[in-house]
């Protein structure tokens, strides 16, 4: 199946009241692992690339043939999304010219009537071929209004680990927000080490596209650590990187799979 467009498969996702997960990609193994997951699991999908990581593997464009080349040879018929994460303006150009079916515009960090400006000219030229979304805690109204697909607004999570002291997630600003913005969905950012019960909540709250990157890092780089550091490396041939990174692969599916579950979104690829 060739890349879809978010768009639809959040709006299903919605009126299903569960979301999908977007996985971020580092490399051609957390692309194959990812995609391997949600095809057994039956579940939509969307792959996340952040500009970092979209540099690390030499490019956009490189990223696009590498994801279309894995749906074609790995039989992929799930709905797989090619997503820019956290993009600036200019990077979100560049994706959108090398193929990928849906950006993130994050412009939060510039004031108000530039991040309004410059989301109308991406929203313009996603329109034309169809893709979009962007991010804003306050003015997330002003920013719906203006034809994005998705919406993440800022309800106290963060990226990363959470702090032992994080106050949760604000769930009176998520249903304010959503309240606002009607039937747009809301993507969750920040979705590593937040409890069930409350990514349950926040999807009955019109949450329907959740972000995890950390926790697939971390699984990664446990499953490979313990692999080392019990000599696998040095056993015969175990030195071979398809041998050396295939416990963190592993490590990584189980993360999604178990993701996948707590979102709800097995068995909901049709
Ligand atoms: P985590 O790394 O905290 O899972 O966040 C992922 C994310 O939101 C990507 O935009």
């Known amino acids: 199946m060739a890349l879809v467009s978010a768009k639809e498969m ?17 490399n051609l193994e957390w692309t194959k692992a990812i995609l391997l997951t949600a095809e057994e699991c039956k579940s939509p999908v969307i792959l ?22 894995m749906l074609e040879e790995l039989n992929i018929t799930v709905p797989v999304a090619l997503h820019l994460d956290h993009g600036s303006y200019e990077g979100a150009k560049k994706c959108i010219e090398a193929g990928f079916s849906s950006i993130m515009f994050d412009g939060s960090h510039l004031p108000f009537e530039e991040n309004v400006e410059k989301t109308k000219e991406l929203v313009a030229i996603c329109n034309e071929i169809g893709t979009g979304e962007c991010a804003d805690p306050k003015e997330c109204k002003a920013i719906a209004d203006l034809g994005v697909t998705m919406l993440a607004a800022g309800i ?18 998520l249903d304010d ?3 606002l913005t009607g039937e747009m969905p809301l993507v969750l950012h920040g979705g590593t080490g937040i409890p069930e019960d409350m990514i349950k909540k926040a999807i009955s709250l019109g949450v329907s596209k959740i972000n995890v990157n950390t926790e697939c890092q ?35 599916k189980a993360t999604v799979k178990e993701k996948m579950e707590i979102f709800g979104s097995i068995g909901k690829a049709e």
């Open 156 to 173: 106290g999570n963060i990226h990363g680990k959470y702090p032992e002291n994080w106050a949760g997630l604000q769930f009176d600003v």
């Open 218 to 252: 971390l699984s990664f780089a446990e499953a490979t650590r313990k692999y080392i550091e019990a000599g696998k490396d040095l056993e015969g041939k175990g030195f071979d990187p398809r041998k050396l990174l295939a416990p963190g692969a592993e490590a990584i």
């Open 48 to 69: 996340g690339v952040s500009e970092g990581a979209g540099k690390y593997m030499t490019g956009y464009k490189t990223v696009v043939g590498m994801v279309n080349g």
């Open 10 to 26: 959040l709006q299903k996702a919605k009126a299903g009241h569960y979301a999908v997960g977007q996985f971020n990609i580092n």
């Open 177 to 179: 927000i959503q309240k």
